[in-house]
């Protein structure tokens, strides 16, 4: 097992590096677009040219451009951005990232937690009234578009109830962060958390409902009934875990999404600078450089996450490990 | 003559297991269907019991719907299951998985897909055995290093460990009967468990289950439709048809006695080395009727050779003779000696021209 | 003897009772009968019809043209004729806040937004947007999806290989960021987009249909690629070459009939998709372009007036709530009547 992890890290690396490289191609090398001039934004002037010209090295060889870049970005990390007033791209970068991170991860554990609940009572109470009105408050769920969600919920807690005991408590919109006050980091992410993480309940909650009723028809169900144990553990311990490895590997490519900046919308809703709103910000702007940064980033974190999943997938589904 | 269930031959002891007028139906946007149309059935102590059909007859949703492992919601029961004084029908979840497992024990036809893929081979054992019985964990364990001896699983100590993908289907097998006997049932229910393995495998297992019934005594039903499968160990044998049990009896009752043309039909489609070879091997014209619309008469009729005027009424499963043989057939006993040779064997009349 | 087969056509009681009937018959039977599909389809034929109508309501009903700014305007309420923007609400009366939702359908029923244009003829007509653009990009994206499926998977090898590698990099990128990405190249630097003799307007509806057509591209080629590789692999497609059929005739009439099931099930998911994705990319100002309207945009223009005038952010938003909604019953719908799963389980 141990030897399965090291490879996949090290593969994860190697990816990594195509990825880098592929980035690198696609915004230096694009026919027909001067990358300098891409990179010095809207309206450069011959000055800001020559200088970005020489700071990257776009008159010396290709690997040499690549080297400078990855230099700029990893390494002395000043890789800075021309239409945004030379702000410093990576140092942006990294200072987005908690507050994504804290948005998705939130978000995640509510939904991994809801969903299992949601899809394991409309099994349960499979023949009665409850298992269509779940699948309806599911698909609700799914239904409704998570930036107008966000703007309900903003109408809601910000305005209209806002002075009642209810949602006092919510603080304006934004993001604070956990090393400046725990207390106001944790309020002011709860409505964002519960906004994103209502598509994701509905979606996987009829994923695990439907994949808990198809399993019910497997030989080894029948086999663990005839065994004689209870039927609330044929649920959980044979049905539920088996269909876990379908959650997992779905729930890792959302998650890895979610982190590398689609959680754009709700971000954006709620004025929560993270990843995903600099991102959005950058493609408006047709911001160079902090668009490279950030998808490197998002890069990183998706192939990183897939990683992780593809271990824990080997954990769970002992017949994918290798012998 | 005497109605089916009471068993002739061992009339002193309580029968272990008492199937009474069992009727299983499923609704189906079609229709309903009537997969199971009225079965009796009692087993001793001890006794194997082979019930023989082709697919479709019933004979897997019998024995499910005696343990209740149905699950359908658009099934419907009618009929009594009776074992050690309760009916089996009228329990509720928790009784009834107390028999399941331990009482009585059920292997399928499919190992490649009857244990959990996740799980270690030994940690499922435990799980049954600790389901019935008070044992700590070491204890299972031990246990279940024993079972997996027991079935003839070489290394038990390092297999006990090993997931169900590390085992070759007659392993396979062999695991699902160690966990079946694992609480020593009185009855093991053996649903086509070697239908789906090669016929070497096939002997093995049918060997592995007449040692353990041999050594412990367990009664065991047999479910095949495999007459060859039957002819070894089976006490006695029903055999169904599109629901029904159209003749029961002992091993040599049906081999050599057997009062029902679609018997006949079924022991002359068996290849035999020790007669001469016939010119093609016989075979039972026609389909089986469905079930969603069952003939009011004889089940079998359509496709019965010596169907005669009685046979619009359904006949009733019954010891005509008082031998404990059973038939549902309105053949009369001389008839049913005239013709069964030749229905068996067609290619008799070939020579005899 | 009669051979087996003269047998059962002679005689009824040997025949199964479920003849074999033809599978889209039998299909569309299970689908006519899940009255909650059928109560969904009408909810969205009815939300459709509603939306191709606009210009019927905007003209015949409420009697406006909703596009140009109306600030100065006037309407009638119980009678008393009033501005369309009223002077400050608040306790400051501050600014201008338009006129609230009258509930008079020939009079601004839903209020009107901060241009003092009627909400509810906007409404209709960016469903209209909506809609066109949903739908269009679900079936172009589909068309395209299978086409490429059929060649990958017909013709395999390296076609597949590259075709499906190419797939991989487009799904490879987070759906909404790429299409934000090609959105915003294409509506400032370029304007419009020039595909040889194509040139399509930036203000057009064709520009959100395309893009979101093409980044769900991979989504919908996928299932159809498996699809059309298990197809290929069956006898018939064999005994079919056999009998000297070419590739196009081969591809047309044997596995495309067997494919199509698979699209058909996937279009009202897809098209609740577009649908969301068209909301999302123009609530952030790259999608429907002025001076169309789409739901997305008027929730975007409601957010200035979020606190005031909420009607103008509820009602775009339950209106895609409730198309989507019945598209994605509709959907379990049409796969639940395709591909059944067997409610009987009768063995042995």
């Not at chain 1, 699948?135 to 998570?146: C, H, R």
């Not at chain 1, 590997?249 to 709700?266: E, I, N, P, Y």
């Amino acid at each position: 097992m141990l030897t399965f992890i090291v490879r996949r890290l090290l593969w994860t690396v190697l990816v990594m590096f195509v990825i880098t490289v592929v980035v690198f191609i696609i915004f230096f090398k694009t026919p027909g677009v001067d990358p300098a001039r891409a990179i010095a934004g809207r309206n450069p002037n011959a000055q800001t040219l020559a200088e970005i010209r020489a700071q990257f090295g776009l008159d010396r060889p290709l690997p040499v451009q690549y080297g400078l870049m990855m230099k700029k970005i990893f390494i002395t990390r000043d890789l800075v951005s021309y239409s945004n007033q030379g702000v410093r791209v990576v140092q942006e970068v990294f200072a987005a990232t908690p507050a994504t991170l804290s948005l998705v991860f939130g978000a995640a554990v509510l939904w991994v937690v809801l969903a299992i609940a949601v899809g394991i009572a409309a099994t349960l109470f499979r023949g009665t009234v409850f298992d269509p009105l779940l699948m309806v408050v599911a698909l609700v769920g799914i239904s409704a578009p998570v930036f107008w969600v966000g703007q309900i919920a903003n109408m809601i807690t910000q305005g209209t109830l806002h002075g009642t005991f209810l949602f006092s408590w919510v603080p304006p919109l934004g993001y604070t962060p956990f090393t400046q006050n725990p207390a106001l980091w944790f309020k002011g992410l709860v409505i964002p958390w519960i906004t994103l993480s209502i598509l994701y309940i509905g979606f996987y909650g009829r994923v695990l409902r439907a994949n808990l009723l198809e399993v019910q028809n497997e030989d080894y169900i029948r086999t663990a009934r005839a065994k004689g144990i209870s039927e609330r553990r044929v649920l959980l311990r044979h049905s539920l875990r088996t269909s876990m490895i379908t959650f997992v590997s779905l729930f890792g490519l959302d998650f890895a999404v979610l982190v590398a900046g689609g959680a754009l919308l709700t971000e954006v809703v709620f004025g929560i600078h993270g990843v995903g709103y600099l991102t959005w910000q950058a493609l408006t702007n047709l911001d160079l450089p902090t668009i490279m940064a950030t998808t490197i980033y998002g890069a990183f974190f998706i192939v990183l996450i897939n990683a992780i999943v593809d271990i824990g997938y080997a954990w769970l589904d002992p017949r994918i490990r290798p012998t | 003559m005497t109605a089916p269930g009471q068993a002739a031959a061992d009339t002193s002891a309580e029968p272990l297991l008492e199937v009474r007028d069992l009727k299983v139906s499923f609704r189906t946007e079609d229709g309903t269907v009537r997969a199971v149309d009225g079965v009796s059935l009692s087993l001793a102590p001890g006794e194997t019991l082979g019930i023989v059909g082709e697919s479709g007859s019933g004979k897997s949703v019998t024995m499910l719907s005696v343990m209740r492992l149905i699950t359908d919601p658009n099934a419907r029961f009618e009929g009594e299951v009776r074992y050690k004084g309760r009916d089996l029908m009228q329990l509720n979840r928790d009784q009834i998985q107390g028999v399941r497992g331990a009482g009585i024990s059920m292997i399928f036809q499919d190992p490649m897909t009857s244990l959990n893929p996740v799980y270690r081979v030994g940690w499922q054992i435990e799980e049954q055995l600790r389901a019935h019985q008070q044992l700590s964990k070491q204890a299972a364990h031990a246990r279940a290093i024993e079972l997996l001896a027991a079935v003839g699983i070489p290394h038990p100590a390092q297999r006990v460990d090993d997931y169900p993908h590390h085992f070759s289907g007659g392993m396979r097998q062999r695991v699902m009967i160690a966990m079946a006997i694992s609480c020593n049932p009185d009855i093991l229910i053996a649903d086509e468990p070697t239908t789906a393995l090669d016929v070497t495998i096939q002997a093995q297992i049918l060997g592995l289950i007449r040692k353990l019934r041999d050594d412990f005594g367990t009664a065991i039903v047999l479910i095949t439709h495999d007459m060859g499968v039957v002819a070894d160990l089976a006490d006695r044998i029903a055999v169904m048809y599109a629901g029904r049990i159209i003749e029961q009896g002992t091993r040599r009752d049906i081999f050599y006695d057997a009062r029902h043309p679609y018997t006949w039909g079924l022991l002359g489609s068996i290849a035999r080395l020790d007669r001469p070879k016939p010119r093609r091997l016989t075979t039972i014209p026609g389909l089986p009727p469905s079930l969603l619309r069952l003939p009011k008469g004889c089940a079998f009729g359509a496709r019965c050779p010596h169907r005669f005027g009685l046979c619009d009424e359904r006949p009733e499963l019954l010891d005509k003779v008082g031998d404990g043989h059973l038939d549902a057939c309105h053949l009369d006993l001389k008839q049913k000696e005239d013709l069964r040779e030749t229905t068996i064997h067609p290619e008799l009349i070939e020579e005899a021209k | 003897m009669a051979t087996l087969l003269e047998q059962v056509e002679a005689d009824p009681g040997l025949r199964p009772a479920v003849a074999g009937r033809n599978p889209w018959a039998l299909a569309a039977r299970r689908l006519w009968r899940n009255r909650i599909a059928m109560a969904s389809l009408l909810l969205f034929l009815v939300i459709a019809v509603m939306c191709l109508a606009a210009p019927l309501y905007a003209h015949n009903v409420a009697h406006v043209n909703p596009f140009p700014p109306n600030l100065n305007g006037h309407t009638v309420v119980n009678g008393k004729v009033v501005p369309v923007m009223r002077q400050g609400g608040g306790v400051l009366h501050l600014g201008e806040t338009p006129i609230g939702p009258t509930w008079d359908p020939s009079h601004y029923f839903l209020g009107a937004d901060s241009l003092g244009r009627d909400m509810a003829a906007l409404l209709l007509y960016g469903g209209r947007s909506s809609l066109l653009v949903g739908i269009g990009a679900a079936v172009l994206c589909s068309l395209a999806a299978t086409v490429i499926a059929l060649i990958a998977g017909f013709f395999g090898g390296v076609t597949d290989s590259l075709l499906s590698r190419l797939m991989d990099v487009i799904w490879a990128f987070p759906v909404y960021l790429l299409a934000i990405c090609i959105s915003t190249e294409l509506l400032t630097h370029s304007n419009g987009f020039q595909f040889g003799p194509l040139h399509v307007q930036a203000s057009s509806l064709w520009l959100p249909t395309i893009i979101i057509a093409f980044i769900y591209v991979p989504y919908v080629y996928r299932p159809m690629r498996g699809q059309v590789l298990s197809v290929v692999n069956k006898e018939f497609v064999e005994a079919s070459t056999a009998q000297g059929a070419g590739n196009l005739r081969l591809i047309f009439s044997e596995i495309l009939p067997n494919v199509v099931s698979t699209a058909i099930v996937l279009l009202p998911l897809m098209i609740a998709t577009t649908i969301l994705t068209e909301a999302a990319l123009s609530f952030l100002g790259v999608g429907v372009q002025p001076p169309n309207v789409s739901w997305g945009t008027i929730i975007q223009d409601g957010t200035d007036l979020i606190y005031t005038r909420p009607w103008v952010t509820i009602a775009p938003g339950l209106m895609i709530l409730l198309t989507v909604l019945s598209l994605n019953v509709l959907g379990d719908g049409v796969r639940d009547a395709l591909d059944p799963r067997a409610k009987l389980r009768v063995e042995g």
